[in-house]
């Protein structure tokens, strides 16, 4: 259901590392929280793996992401990143909705990756916060940030990646 990888050594000399096995833990946790597949709705014209991509990791040219800059001792995002569709099943999913506005779709993604921002703050040396989720389309753009670690989850056929970047 899951692949993970990690850059090595990608925290350096940071005391509290976040590795791959805690965000895998997190993640998972999450999605059977918020999204349990076995009450996923039913299937519309959306059904299934987004089309042309490889269904493991990547979320398609119609990607949306959103990400949480976790703020103090330790700095970085944490990005959730997945298809459109992707997204509007979760929002129907989440917020027992039909017909998903734009509103609804920056909502779900958003508390999604606050949830899972807020469990990797617990992490990371204290004092720390966090800022305010922020979710556009299209893929997420590192910047200068570094990779620290990522897991690819597979929701409902869709390929959704949960990461987590330190500051440059």
Same mark, same amino acid.
Do not use: Y
């Given at each position: 259901?899951?692949?993970?990888?990690?850059?090595?050594?990608? *925290? =350096? $000399?940071?005391?509290?590392? %976040?590795? !791959? /096995?805690?965000?895998?833990?997190? @993640?998972?946790?999450?999605w059977?929280?918020?999204?349990?597949?076995?009450?996923?709705?039913?299937?519309g014209?959306?059904?299934?793996?987004?089309?042309?991509?490889?269904?493991?990791?990547?979320?398609?040219?119609?990607?949306?992401?959103?990400?949480?800059a976790? *703020? =103090? $001792?330790?700095?970085?995002? %944490?990005? !959730? /990143?997945?298809?459109?569709?992707? @997204?509007?099943?979760?929002?129907?999913?989440?917020?027992m909705?039909?017909?998903?506005?734009?509103?609804?779709?920056?909502?779900?993604?958003?508390?999604?990756?606050?949830?899972?921002?807020?469990?990797?703050?617990?992490?990371?040396?204290?004092?720390?916060?966090?800022?305010?989720?922020v979710?556009?389309?299209?893929?997420?753009?590192?910047?200068?940030?570094a990779?620290?670690?990522?897991?690819?989850?597979?929701?409902?056929?869709?390929?959704?990646?949960?990461?987590?970047?330190?500051?440059?």
């Amino acid at each position: 259901m899951t692949t993970t990888d990690a850059p090595a050594d990608a *925290l =350096g $000399s940071t005391p509290a590392a %976040v590795s !791959v /096995e805690d965000l895998q833990q997190i @993640a998972d946790d999450v999605w059977a929280t918020f999204l349990d597949a076995g009450d996923v709705p039913p299937p519309g014209d959306d059904a299934g793996t987004d089309a042309e991509t490889d269904p493991e990791t990547d979320p398609g040219t119609d990607a949306v992401h959103s990400a949480i800059a976790v *703020l =103090g $001792s330790w700095e970085g995002q %944490v990005v !959730v /990143e997945c298809s459109r569709t992707a @997204a509007e099943r979760m929002a129907r999913q989440m917020l027992m909705v039909t017909d998903v506005t734009p509103a609804d779709l920056d909502d779900t993604v958003g508390e999604l990756v606050n949830v899972v921002g807020g469990n990797v703050k617990s992490l990371v040396p204290a004092p720390s916060s966090l800022g305010l989720p922020v979710t556009e389309a299209g893929r997420w753009v590192a910047g200068g940030a570094a990779p620290v670690c990522s897991v690819h989850l597979d929701w409902a056929g869709h390929p959704v990646t949960v990461s987590v970047w330190s500051a440059a």
